[in-house]
């Protein structure tokens, strides 16, 4: 079966500090992969998804970034976090096109930047 | 750009009664997905139904089922014989391809 492990649960990081969250699925192969971020009680806005190894889809220019160096790791990254940034992040995979296809949620981490 | 629209942010519903989200979308594809999620306060992400565009059957999983209206792009969630476990944030996505959105969510409580 499938898994998702999105590491770490909870980062406290200092402004101005760089930063790294690291995802990756297990039991499949060429997922699409994407990077969601919830403000505290709100909705899930999508920052990234790629549907291959080095292919990024930014969807709101930000102080982040997104990388995919291997088929099923995806990682999060930013050179100076802002106070923006915190919020709970939210790694997930779906099957590569296919439209009906869920998406299946890692666990989160929680950022908190001071 | 597609959009998906839950315009009420709290809900709440005795315990065994029955209890209707609202989800509306904007979009221009013909072909599409759509699904209900809940995130309990552990903010696990969970998938509780999910819907096919070109089906005009209404899908049903156990308590949980969904009203589509395809041609008012209304996506509703029905939660019957309501439990203390159901009480979560209910989110309503679309996907089309590889985009996929999400509603700002709906906050559920369920009273013994």
């Known amino acids: 079966s499938q898994t998702i492990h999105q590491w770490p649960a909870t980062l406290v990081q200092p402004v101005g500090s760089p930063l790294s969250l690291e995802c990756t699925v297990e039991g499949t192969s060429n997922p699409n992969l994407y990077w969601y971020r919830q403000a505290a009680g709100r909705g899930l806005q999508l920052l990234f998804y790629?549907?291959?190894?080095?292919?990024i889809s930014s969807e709101v220019p930000q102080n982040l970034s997104a990388s995919r160096p291997q088929d099923r790791q995806f990682i999060l990254s930013s050179k100076k976090l802002l106070l923006s940034d915190s919020g709970f992040y939210l790694c997930?995979?779906?099957?590569?096109?296919?439209?009906?296809?869920?998406?299946?949620f890692g666990n989160g981490t929680r950022l908190t930047v001071t | 750009a597609q959009t998906v629209t839950q315009s009420q942010p709290e809900m709440s519903v005795q315990e065994a009664e029955t209890v209707t989200l609202s989800c509306t979308y904007d979009t221009s594809e013909s072909d599409y997905y759509l699904f209900w999620y809940k995130q309990p306060p552990s903010r696990q992400m969970i998938l509780v139904i999910r819907q096919e565009a070109y089906k005009q059957q209404n899908a049903t999983e156990n308590r949980f089922s969904v009203n589509f209206q395809k041609a008012a792009k209304s996506f509703s969630l029905k939660i019957s014989d309501s439990q203390l476990g159901d009480a979560a944030m209910y989110f309503c996505a679309y996907r089309a391809n590889n985009d996929m959105r999400f509603g700002a969510g709906t906050r559920l409580t369920v009273k013994p």
């Open positions: 790629s549907v291959g190894i080095g292919q």
């Open positions: 997930a995979w779906s099957g590569h096109s296919w439209s009906n296809s869920p998406l299946h």
